[in-house]
């Protein structure tokens, strides 16, 4: 875990990085600079849990002004009866999971999860009411 912390401790628009915090003991929990949204997203945040097994699940959340707004997605690796092991709960919502192939190690995940970030960046502006 100490390697995903420190992979994401390198990026400028991160503001947080904290391994296994007191409320999530289990966790990294990655919190993004909010100012490279638009003003209705008050928190972001992408956490990190990695099981002793290899399995894993990474979450990327968007705190929106309006609750009906938020945004979230998640990457898993875990045995199951609804998908393949790995497999990709599909925002805005993690209603939808459909199969995926993701890299052999969890550190693996952060180029991945990093260019999720980039692109939704910009579709967040799209999806904002602002003006």
Known sequence: MRDIAD?????S???SVSIRPSNKPN???VTLESDYYPAEVREV????????SGDFFVTYR???ERKEDDYQCRWDRHENDHNARDHFHEPPD????????FPKYPFQMTELVLRFVERRRGTAFEESSAD
């Open 94 to 101: 993690r209603e939808t999971a459909v199969d995926r192939d």
């Open 62 to 64: 968007e705190r929106w």
């Open 45 to 52: 945040a992408v956490e990190f849990e990695v099981l002793v």
């Open 13 to 15: 628009w991160v503001t």
């Open 27 to 29: 966790k990294v929990v």
């Open 7 to 11: 992979e994401w401790r390198e990026i």
